[in-house]
C-alpha cells in the first residue's frame, strides 16, 4: 500500500511531464494545413509540430465521405505512432466528415478547422455569412450545421469554390484570372449580401489578396487556420498540457516524394520547410 | 497421338474465338481517360471496354513516378482480373513513367497513349512540336525522348499546364479564363514558332476550343486520344484478336463513390455514362 502511494505520487507528475512534451500531431492532403501551422507557430512557438500530408493521395476535396475518412483514419493512426498530445485536423474536408470517426477511434482531444471557423465567424458580424470551400467541404453541409448548432438564426451562404486549391499550388494567386475567377465564385455570396466570408479551406487563405479585391473591404474574412490555433492553445492551457519548454525541431511527413510539396509548401508555412521525410500509411 | 492432334485442332481455334470476345481493358487516374474511350467506340464500335477510373487517387500528374507506377500496376491487376485482350493506359503520366514496368508485369499487349500520339506528331508538321501536358508527365521528358526517338532532329518545345485538369473537370473550358490560362501557358511555344502541338494529357481535348483560339489556324493539334485508338485497331487486327461480333456493353468502374465521375464524365465520352461501379483496388 505505502509502494502504491509512492508510485502514485511520483508517477503522476512524470506522466504529465511527459505528455506535456509530446509534440502536436496535425494533419492535410497535402500543403495546404501547412497555413495551421503557421499559425500554430505563431501562437505556441514552444510547440513541436508533427505533421503529415498525405501528398500519394491529394486532394481530399473532390473525393466521398467515405473514402476522405479512411485516408484520415490512416493519417491520424500513423502521427499517434509519433507520440501525439493532440491531433489537428488541418484540412476542412476532412474536418467535415471524418472528426465523429476520429474522435471515437484515437484516444485524445481532436480539434477539427471546421468548428474554430463557424465560431469564429458567430462571434462577429450581423449573422449573414457566406463559406467558401472545396466541392466535398461543401457539399457535405458541415459548416451550415456548425454554424446554425451556434446560432439557429444565421442566414449561411455556400459557395464551392474548386479552382482555388489549383490557383493556390500553382502560384497563381496573385495573377488577374484568380480575381475573375473569384469574381465569379463570389457573385452569389454578394448578391445575398453577406458580412462575413469564412474561408472554408487551408488553402485559401493564399488567395486572400484575390478575394478581398473581390468582396471589399466590408466584408469579414475568417481564416479558420488562425481560430484554430487559438482553440488549440486554449485547449493547451486548459488541459495543462502546455510545454513548458522549447521542445525539438518542427517535423514534415508526406506519402509521395517531398519535391513538390517542399517547393510549394513554403508559400504556406511562411517559412522553408528544412526536412520532409517520406512515408507509407495506409 | 491422333487424340493430341485432334485436341490441337479443336482447341487453337477456340482459344482464339474466345480471346476476340474478350474486352479491351482502358484505365486512367479519373475521367480523362473517357476521350480515350469515345475514340475507341467509334473507331471499333463492336469492342467491349473495361474502364477502370482510379478516382479515389485522382490525379496522377502532380504524383511521383515511383507511387504512379504503384498506382498502375493496381489498376492493371484489376483490370486483367476481369480478363481482358488488350491493355490500354489511357493517362499520360502513367505511360510517360510505367509503361516499361507494365510490359513486364503483365503478358499482354500494352499501349500508351504517349508513343501513339509523339508517332502522329512527327508524321506531319515540318518537326518544330510543341507538348503540353501535366507536370508529371511533362518532367518525365518522355515526349521528348518518344519524339527523338522517331525523328532524331526534332525540335522539341514542352510547357506544363496545371491549371487545364480543374478547368476541364470543373466544366470551365469554354470560360474566358480557360483562353488566357492557355494564353500564358502556350506563349513560350509560340514563341518558339512550333507548327504542331501534342495535347499530351487526355483531359486537353475538352479545352481544344480555347487552344486552337491562342495557337491559332496554322498549329496543328494532335490529340493523342485519336492516335491511340488507331494504333489499337492495328494492334488487333494484326494479331487477329478484333471482335467478330457485337460485344457486350461498356463497363465502367471507380474506385471512388461514382457520383461525381458519373456527372462529370458524360462531356469526356461524349455520352451518358450508363452504369459506374465502385471497386476496392490497392
Redesign the interface.
Known amino acids: 500500500m505505502g509502494r502504491l502511494l509512492v508510485s502514485f505520487v511520483v508517477c503522476v507528475p512524470e506522466r504529465f511531464d511527459f505528455m506535456k512534451q509530446q509534440a502536436i500531431g496535425v494533419f492535410d492532403s497535402g500543403v495546404g494545413g501547412l497555413t495551421v501551422c503557421r499559425e500554430l507557430i505563431r501562437s505556441l512557438p514552444k510547440e513541436q509540430l508533427i505533421y503529415l500530408g498525405d501528398?500519394?493521395?491529394?486532394p481530399y476535396g473532390?473525393?466521398?465521405p467515405?473514402?476522405v475518412t479512411q485516408y484520415a483514419l490512416e493519417a491520424a493512426e500513423f502521427l499517434c505512432q509519433q507520440g501525439v498530445k493532440l491531433l489537428v485536423v488541418a484540412c476542412n474536408t476532412a474536418s467535415a466528415v471524418a472528426l465523429p470517426k476520429l474522435r471515437e477511434t484515437f484516444k485524445l482531444p481532436v480539434i477539427g478547422v471546421l468548428e474554430p471557423g463557424a465560431r469564429a465567424a458567430i462571434a462577429s458580424g450581423d449573422g449573414r455569412i457566406g463559406v467558401v470551400g472545396t466541392?466535398g467541404t461543401i457539399n457535405s453541409g458541415s459548416y451550415e450545421r456548425a454554424l446554425r448548432s451556434i446560432a439557429p438564426e444565421a442566414a449561411v451562404f455556400s459557395a464551392a469554390c474548386?479552382?482555388f486549391?489549383?490557383?493556390a499550388?500553382?502560384g497563381?494567386a496573385a495573377h488577374?484570372?484568380a480575381r475573375?475567377?473569384a469574381g465569379e465564385y463570389l457573385a452569389p455570396l454578394l448578391a445575398a449580401r453577406i458580412d462575413t466570408l469564412v474561408l472554408g479551406c487551408t488553402h485559401y487563405p493564399l488567395l486572400q489578396d484575390a478575394i478581398r479585391a473581390v468582396v471589399g473591404a466590408e466584408v469579414r474574412l475568417v481564416d479558420s487556420a488562425a481560430a484554430t490555433a487559438i482553440e488549440v492553445a486554449d485547449l493547451l492551457e486548459e488541459a495543462d498540457l502546455s510545454a513548458d519548454r522549447l521542445l525539438g525541431a518542427q517535423r514534415f511527413f508526406v506519402t509521395?516524394?517531398p519535391?513538390?510539396f517542399k517547393r510549394i509548401g513554403a508559400g504556406f508555412l511562411g517559412a522553408e520547410l528544412q526536412s520532409v521525410e517520406q512515408v507509407h500509411i495506409g
Open positions: 501528398t500519394a493521395r491529394v473532390t473525393k466521398s467515405a473514402t466541392e474548386p479552382l486549391v489549383p490557383l499550388e500553382e497563381w488577374r484570372v475573375q475567377i509521395d516524394v519535391t513538390r
